[in-house]
């Protein structure tokens, strides 16, 4: 058949093609296909015009393939079960198998902690797998559309958003302060009273350009202010700042848990009222019925309640029952 008359055909054409030359006869292959016996006559007319060739012809009683027709039943069979298996076979995943990079947007404080968990997690299953993790620059609408990223760790989008998420984890915040700062002496259990809060040196993490902070927020609503004496681009570098300097940092409490067990630092309630986080997974729509993508977030997922598990946080958390995902 030349190759331009393949627009003509319509693929339950090949199908019936299929089914008449294996049967040779009209009837059982209208049956076969639940077509009336006059249909399938049609298209066995349709057919012979489109093949060029009577492909069936009558023998007596019965009908027997042309040679034509012998030629094409054993090259139609491997041909329409390729394009079943390739069109619609069940998608899968298998990670043993997986190659290639998957790269993950998401802030500092959340590379810090979950990603030694992700990482030790994909790497058991799936070794073939190369996690690229990049900062927060992509964590939107575009950069999450032009694939940038397949997957990003941030607050929740904007209720507008085309973006999927699923919140996976939740925190407050807490003050870490060293054990041996002047403010916690004498106190059983160590607190913070907002007086001796706003009178102390505080420093800050300013992941963002955006002036102010939370702190400073809560602080006005109540009339009061304190003082910042250094401002930090990386929650790591809190540490450092708490233990030699003396300064407090008021930080997501699961940060702040684990700078404060690295450390020999404590993380302590702040004594001003503030917002809790949610952290949330967002992708873009194309990826969400995706085995891999799928499979992917199912580990960032499990990475998530490893941790929080292994911080044992005392503030409830969303990542010990998260809820399902949106949008």
Known sequence: M????????DLNLLVDLERLLQE????????LAG???STMSRRLSQLRKIFDDPLLVSQGRTMVRTPHGETLLPRLRPILAAIEDGLFAAKA????QATGTWTIATTDSTHQLFAGSLV???RATAPGLVLRLIGPEVLTQGGLDSGAAELGIGPRPAADSVLRMRPIFSQGFSTLVSADHPLVQGASPPRLDLDAFCEAEHGL????ARPGSLVDDALAAVGRTR???AIAQHFRTAAPLVRDAGL???VPSLIARMLAREHGLLALPPPVSLPRMVGAMVWHPRFHEDPAHAWVRTQMLEAVQQTVAGLDDEEPSDATSPPVESR
Do not use: K, M, N
């Open 120 to 122: 030790r997690i994909v």
């Open 35 to 37: 077509l009336s016996d």
């Open 248 to 250: 407090l940092f008021t």
């Open 24 to 31: 040779e006869h009209v009837g059982r292959a209208a049956a």
């Open 2 to 9: 030349p190759r331009r008359s393949l627009e003509q055909v």
């Open 227 to 229: 003082r910042v004496v």
């Open 93 to 96: 995943f298998e990670p043993s």
């Open 205 to 208: 993490v300013a992941v963002t």
